[in-house]
């Protein structure tokens, strides 16, 4: 045990080494807000789409799908199809007309036929809220991960601290790696950052499904039916209703409700990515409106061939380590892919020093994913108080460059402490699962605000305010008052009760209320949508004619 902890401590320290050279690199070549902001809109479309990818592919995909499928079967990939097909509502909805209609921030096209400071403050304020969800799931994975790596169980210590008090020791490693990152680099160094990590996670998660199929020599049906085996469900671990739409005899309102969470879960991961902010910024980062469509296509073409991959991570992890290790080790499963990856060492790379080395290789992986997704959140979080709030809400547009961009390093350093803080308190929860509840309030107070901007000529600036308050209020509203935040042995506070809402993801709600919130405001609302700024958005939006 000692000489796999010195070689992943080794690699970890190796690793972070080479991103903050990568950082402190592009920091030399960010002189202006468009370089801090948009990387200069000087990267290709196959370097965003692996940006992109490195973005998307979180430590809830890596971690916490594979997680998921191990403890929960069938119903587990429902995770991974959603988060694929997501992106076709992206590219077909969003992309290529929020790279022709913005500049560097969501708001910049919410706020063009608007007045600018009731609508660029609610985007501030939905970019914050949503971005420090998706950093609470990264930071509990990485807490997972590195008590796995140290090999620190519930009554061990390393260094004087027992398991506990580790992971709270790493989410404050981490985020104060993810405030270097954004606060040196800023979008040009986060990109190469995700680059790097893209290629790394691909490579690990290749290596291990090969050797997963090895295993059982290149056989899925002897692979799933030990997975199943192994799980102690039986056949039920390979059907539906395992999880998710259970049915539960003799209580039909349980049964309705379980599977109103199913279709709620569905809806919020389809329609979530569209109205994720550090995905938005992303489309500004190339030159044309053609490199933004191609960018999204590469990411599909990556993010695909992962999640694919995720099945033969999640039923490996099923049948090679067997879900009562994995629950042993964190109860959210978030810790299966690298205890597939030790299993997988110590079968095919010679014994324990083989599985350590796996194990340090592959979370080492993992740890780069964590980071530079964080670097990513962090960055569209503080571009858009930055950029939205002060420099055209506070300053009404007087700010400098130079002001805009201390403003934003300033504000990565809050966003950075809060997510800290709530992510000590969520370690308990599936980290799939909270990325899903991001998707479900970007999804509620994002997605129709940006929709009616850009396809309904009526819209005004009641209409934005109100569907990003209304949905992101509902949202998290319903988040505040589920079993997701009490009433439940998994809960943020598992010895309160106050759930009177029954479903664990609000989407299904919060959704249509965003959209509803949107319409009514708009009909309610006195004020006049500006003819001419929306025939001008719509043209620069179809050809980009007029874009930066």
Known sequence: MTNARTLTIVLFVVLVAVTLVITIWASRQTRTATDFYAG?????????????????????????????????????????????VAWLVALL????????????TMADVLAFRMRQRPVRSAAAVSTVTVSVFYLIAQMVGAGSLVALLLGIKPGQTFLGMSADTAKVATILLVGALMIVYVVVGGMKGTTYVQIVKAFLLMGGAILMTI????????????????????????AAFLEPGLKYGKEVAGDPTQTFYNKMDLLSLGLALVLGTAGLPHILIRFYTVPTAKAARRSVL???????????????????????????????????????????????????????????????????????????????LTLASSSSVAHDFYANVVRKGQASERQEINVARASAFVIGAISIVLAIFAQKLNVAFLVALAFAVAASGNLPAILFSLFWK???????????????????????????????????????????????????????LGFFFGWLGTMLSSEKADDGRYAELEVRSLTGAGAH
């Open 298 to 376: 590469w990411a599909i073409g990556i993010i695909g061939s992962f999640y694919l991959l995720t099945l033969a991570l999640g039923f490996g992890a099923a049948a090679l380590v067997g879900s009562k290790d994995i629950v042993a080790q964190d109860a959210g499963g978030n810790t299966a892919a690298p205890q597939l990856a030790q299993a997988l060492g110590k079968r095919f790379l010679g014994g324990d020093t083989g599985g350590a080395a796996l194990l340090a290789v592959i979370a080492a992986v993992a740890f780069a994913t964590i980071l530079a997704v964080v670097a990513g």
């Open 93 to 104: 909805l969003v992309a290529e007309f929020l790279r022709n209609a913005g500049r560097y």
């Open 458 to 512: 009526r819209f005004n600036t009641v209409g934005a305010t109100s569907a990003i308050y209304g949905g992101l209020g509902s949202a998290v509203l319903l988040v505040a008052f589920s079993p997701v935040v009490s009433s439940l042995p998994t809960s943020w506070f598992p010895h309160a009760d106050f759930a009177w809402f029954p479903l664990q993801n609000p989407g299904i709600i919060s959704i249509p």
């Open 211 to 234: 050797l997963v199929l090895a295993a059982y020599k290149f056989n899925l049906s002897d692979l799933l039916g030990a997975a199943a085996e192994k799980s102690g469900k039986g």
């Open 40 to 84: 200069g809109r000087s990267f290709s479309a196959f370097q965003n789409g692996m940006a992109i990818g490195g973005d998307y592919m979180s430590a809830a995909s890596f971690l916490g799908i594979a997680g998921i499928i191990a403890l929960s079967g069938y119903d587990g990939f429902l995770y991974s199809i959603g988060f694929l």
